[in-house]
């Protein structure tokens, strides 16, 4: 079998691979608030918002491409294939490492940390497209900023309009309502974060000259949506127990306020063609409604834990890609 191909072959299946962790370590946030106000049992939220990934990863190519060309040049990069390989190997890890303490961390932060830390390893700090890096960067700091004000704002407005209504019959009516925003959030998480692998795949094709253009292949976008569906389908508990009740105490008002605000951040983002972190944008917005609702509601130390992971991500699963990008090149 051609070496190049192979290499090509491990590349998709690690990258199919991450997609699927993803799946299970992400879209649990999107269902969290449902399942925890009992909107939805369980294992009809999870159906649910597999199917709803997929439909999302399905109708959008805009953020692969950016994954593929602003955080490095795949055309003049060093040792495309090793940089790339490293990188996926670092976000899997450090996906399972948070996955299994139950920590919502950002799958994005992991995989962009990585491509940059292997690139690095490879060729230096010139490595990076530092215009579209630092772009992508923004995006992912400025929008839990924006994700907690919305939330905060649309919980403030939903006290307005129902604060004279039976706090009962208002909430069930909510329950009702937050299998639409359980629906949309998983949509929206499926038109961004799936895209991400897509971008990674492409990569490694033109690193390969296995295609010129930052075009994604249908081939590439259905497998990566289909791998996200089926992580999706196995559930990720840990992540849900996390934000669906660590943060705080949530009702169906409080999880349609946050359901909203963030499905409207992220669809934003897939808009314009930039990544973010859809577990930032998430927690965020929950912490916005919380404080809205009552601020010593609000369990701040699961919120600090979460905070601190959000910025270590990118230095640690960096250095964890720069040091198997070592690895590899001794044997490749």
Avoid: E
Wanted: glycine letters at 8%; a positive charge.
């Amino acid at each position: 079998m051609d070496t190049v191909f192979l290499i090509t072959l491990i590349i998709v299946i690690l990258a199919l691979s991450f997609d699927f962790i993803n799946g299970f370590h992400d879209t649990a946030n999107a269902i969290a608030t449902s399942v925890s106000t009992k909107a939805l049992r369980p294992r009809v939220a999870i159906v649910m918002a597999a199917f709803m990934n997929f439909l999302g990863a399905m109708t959008f190519t805009g953020v692969a491409k950016t994954i593929t060309k602003d955080i490095v040049d795949p055309f003049t990069l060093d040792n495309g294939t090793i940089v790339i390989m490293a990188a996926l190997i670092s976000a899997i890890a450090w996906n399972l490492i948070t996955w299994y303490y139950g920590i919502p961390s950002s799958s994005s932060h992991a995989l962009i940390g990585s491509i940059a830390g292997a690139a690095m390893a490879s060729a230096g700090f010139a490595a990076l497209n530092y215009k579209g890096f630092f772009k992508i960067l923004q995006a992912l700091i400025i929008s839990p900023l924006i994700a907690f004000g919305l939330g905060f704002t649309v919980y403030f407005i939903f006290k307005i309009f129902f604060k004279n209504l039976n706090l009962a019959k208002t909430n069930k009516r909510f329950r009702y309502f937050q299998i639409f925003t359980a629906a949309l959030q998983s949509y929206t998480h499926g038109t961004n974060d799936a895209q991400k692998a897509m971008g990674i795949i492409t990569m490694a094709l033109i690193a390969n000259n296995y295609q010129t253009t930052t075009d994604i292949q249908h081939w590439v976008q259905f497998s990566c949506a289909l791998a996200m569906g089926i992580g999706t389908s196995v559930g990720g508990w840990k992540i849900i127990k996390t934000v669906g009740g660590k943060i705080m105490k949530i009702r169906p008002v409080n999880g349609v306020a946050a359901d909203l605000s963030s499905a409207i951040i992220i669809f934003g983002a897939t808009f314009i063609h930039l990544p973010v972190s859809t577990t930032h944008v998430i927690s965020s917005s929950i912490l916005g409604v919380g404080s809205s609702h009552r601020v010593r509601g609000v369990k701040w130390d699961t919120a600090q834990r979460m905070i601190i992971t959000w910025f270590i991500t990118l230095p640690i699963t960096g250095t964890i890609a720069a040091l198997t990008y070592y690895v590899l090149n001794l044997f490749m």
